[in-house]
């Protein structure tokens, strides 16, 4: 595919131009060739790399770990450092899913206390909120 506008860019690649704007910002995407009007003109295999940061962010990697996982990809990289970035994502989304589940539970206990009827006041849900000492921030 030729050169490209950022507008065919982000309608091929499915994302808005503000998304790509900000992912050259953010250093995910290189700095494209411009026109002699000042235009950007991406090449084809930016839909690729567009596709591989979607991917990325949906499997909750950051944008600073998705830039080291292009760079990786890019230069040939240690697919163990890979593998690492990888475990410590998964390991901070099994951590995200146990605090998830803990406030779950304490939601799922304070709406069952709580009748919906009459005043706030002595509300168990309220009542917890304004209880001191119980939260660990």
Known sequence: MDRMSIGRLAKAAEVGVETIRFYERE????EPARTASGYR??????IARLGF???AKR???????IRELLALAEAHGDRSRVKTLAEHKLAAIEQRIGEL???????????????GHGPVDGCPIIEALHEDGDDHE
């Open 101 to 115: 589940r803990r406030m779950r539970g304490a939601l799922s206990q304070l709406t069952h206390q709580c009748s």
């Open 59 to 65: 499997l909750g990697f950051s944008l600073g770990e």
């Open 27 to 30: 250093g995910l995407l290189p």
């Open 41 to 46: 003109q991406y090449p084809g295999e930016t």
């Open 53 to 55: 940061i979607r991917r």
